[in-house]
């Protein structure tokens, strides 16, 4: 069984940042795609970013500029530092995995993390 567990969310300023990581363990051969997604209170849960374990990423429009997703494979570690937050940012974050092998198509989802921008 793999478990994702995610770290580093809390309450900013806007304009502040913020650096979230999510650790995979278990069994684990490889991980193809690492992402976060978000899910704010009566929304859908969306993606924020993504990165494949070839280094391919991928963002949100509404994050460009702002937010940087990077990836340790040896330590299957996906952080994602916010930069200039907004209010809008505040959401639970949750990390997915995708592609892991061994394991099911649907990947796996973490427990989620609280990030609220707020003055």
């Known amino acids: 069984q793999v478990q994702l567990v995610e770290s580093g969310g809390g309450l900013v300023q806007p304009g502040g940042s913020l650096r979230l990581s999510c650790a995979a363990s278990?069994?684990?051969?490889?991980?193809?795609?690492m992402g976060w997604y978000r899910q704010a209170p009566g929304k859908q849960r969306e993606l924020v970013a993504a990165?494949?374990?070839?280094?391919?990423?991928n963002y949100a429009d509404s994050v460009k500029g702002r937010f940087t997703i990077s990836r340790n494979n040896a330590k299957n570690t996906v952080y994602l530092q916010m930069n200039s937050l907004k209010p809008e940012d505040t959401a639970v974050y949750y990390c997915?995995?995708?592609?892991?092998?061994?394991?099911?198509?649907?990947?796996?989802w973490g427990q989620g993390t609280q990030v609220a921008v707020s003055s």
């Open positions: 997915n995995a995708e592609g892991v092998v061994p394991g099911p198509p649907s990947g796996y």
């Open positions: 278990g069994s684990i051969f490889s991980i193809y795609a």
């Open positions: 990165i494949t374990s070839g280094g391919s990423t």
